[in-house]
Nanobody, 122 residues
Framework: QVRLEESGGGLVQAGGSLRLSCTVT????????MAWFRQAPGKERTFIAS????????YYTESMKERLVISRDNAKSTLYLQMNQLKPEDTAVYYC???????????????WGQGTQVTVSS
C-alpha cells in the first residue's frame, strides 16, 4: 500500500521558517518525481515546487521561488520543503505528491498525502 505522510506543519509567526517532510512507503521512492502543492481556505490546490527522481532538477512556482527549497533524501524515502520568510497568505494545507519519473513537471501526480496544516500569524 502506497502511503505519503507529511509532517512539520504548525503555527508560525510571519517572517518565520518551517521545514516540511514527506515520508513515502510502499513505492520505490528513488524512481519517483515528487512535488509539493498547497490549498488555501476557499481556493483550489496549486503547485508550488517539484524535484526529479535524482534531486538534480528542481522547479518552483514563480511567486515563491525565492523563499522555498525543495530537497529529497532517497536513502530515507523522504521529501522536504524548506519555507522561509513566511507570510500570512502562505496559510494553507500543504500536500506532497508522487509520480513515476518523467512526464510533465506539473503533473498529473498519482499519489498524494493527507496534507499538513501551515498557519502563519501576522
Amino acid at each position: 500500500q502506497v502511503r505519503l505522510e507529511e509532517s512539520g506543519g504548525g503555527l508560525v509567526q510571519a517572517g518565520g521558517s518551517l521545514r516540511l517532510s514527506c515520508t513515502v512507503t510502499g513505492r520505490t521512492f528513488s524512481t519517483d518525481d515528487m512535488a509539493w502543492f498547497r490549498q488555501a481556505p476557499g481556493k483550489e490546490r496549486t503547485f508550488i515546487a517539484s524535484i526529479n527522481w535524482s534531486g538534480s532538477s528542481t522547479y518552483y512556482t514563480e511567486s515563491m521561488k525565492e523563499r522555498l527549497v525543495i530537497s529529497r533524501d532517497n536513502a530515507k524515502s523522504t521529501l522536504y520543503l524548506q519555507m522561509n520568510q513566511l507570510k500570512p497568505e502562505d496559510t494553507a494545507v500543504y500536500y506532497c505528491a508522487a509520480k513515476p519519473l518523467g512526464g510533465a513537471t506539473l503533473g498529473p501526480y498519482d499519489y498524494w498525502g493527507q496534507g499538513t496544516q501551515v498557519t502563519v500569524s501576522s
